[in-house]
């Protein structure tokens, strides 16, 4: 069996303090290697917490050339434990600022960093759109892609991952409520339903991490979740009010199994590319595993 040990840490994080933020995460980060995790899961803006508005958070910004204290931190910790991690921070280059989030391979090496392409509310008036485009690296074997939260209302994201080969999409997140009709109830959330269809749809896991509490008026949904390539959850929904750490065995040789479910039933192979490009109007282009 092919596997990768994950660990989704839910964080309630300290407003725009990066240096207790380095702290609470890496002692996630440790207590997940201690259970066996290979590959971490922190959530969407998790160094300042998610303080879109907030004055000065550009003076909190971090970059690979000039890391700041999660950075600093999330990649010696990587090093030390062989440990993979992915974490969201604010990212400067020159005059810009992007929601990011970086992938850290077992050696503490930044092997991507992922710029947020679809920026949510408020996130617009500060933070410049994604230019990095959907990077797919490979971590202990595995074929991983990456979105950032609102990534995921987007159909395209995932499916591109899938068609160039994704076995497992990290989303690091920050769930408000106010976007779907149906308030949260059961434990389920809008953002949770759609993500066990869309593996679903696309034959890959994915790994969600949110975090906890409240900054102002905004609170935060909790609820993260490791889905499978069948639509089902690993673990979770996890609660909507406490942090919490889980450790899961993802057997990767599922979302091939997902992907041939029988004769004449194969959801990548059965697409009609041939029909897309026509209907929508343009040719897409070719992405490393074919057309989308």
Known sequence: MRSLVVAVAQVRCVPLDPEKNAVITVERIREAAARGAQLVVLPELVATGYEPAAPGL??????????????????????????????G?????????YNSAAI????????AVYRKLHLFGGERDVFTPGDHGLPLVEVLGASVGIGVCYDLRFPEVLRIL???????????????SGFDRRPPADGRIGQVDGALVQSNLNQLFLACADQVGSSGDTVFLGRSVITDPY?????????????????????????????HRGPGIDPMANRRTDVYSDLLGYSPPATDGGTV
Not at 73 to 87: H, I, K, Q
Not at 89 to 97: A, I, S, T
């Open 58 to 87: 550009g003076s909190l910004a971090e970059s690979v050339d000039q890391p700041g204290p999660c950075l600093t931190a999330w990649t010696a910790v990587a090093a030390e434990l062989g440990v993979a991690v992915v974490a």
């Open 89 to 97: 921070f604010v990212e400067r280059e020159g005059d810009r600022l």
């Open 104 to 111: 850290i391979d077992i050696d503490g090496r930044v092997l």
């Open 162 to 176: 899938a068609v160039r080969g994704a076995e497992l999409v990290v989303v690091p997140t920050a769930w408000v």
């Open 231 to 259: 639509g089902q959850a690993v673990v979770g929904p996890l609660s909507a009010d406490d942090e919490d750490l889980v450790v899961v065995t993802l057997d990767l040789d599922q979302v091939e199994q997902a992907r």
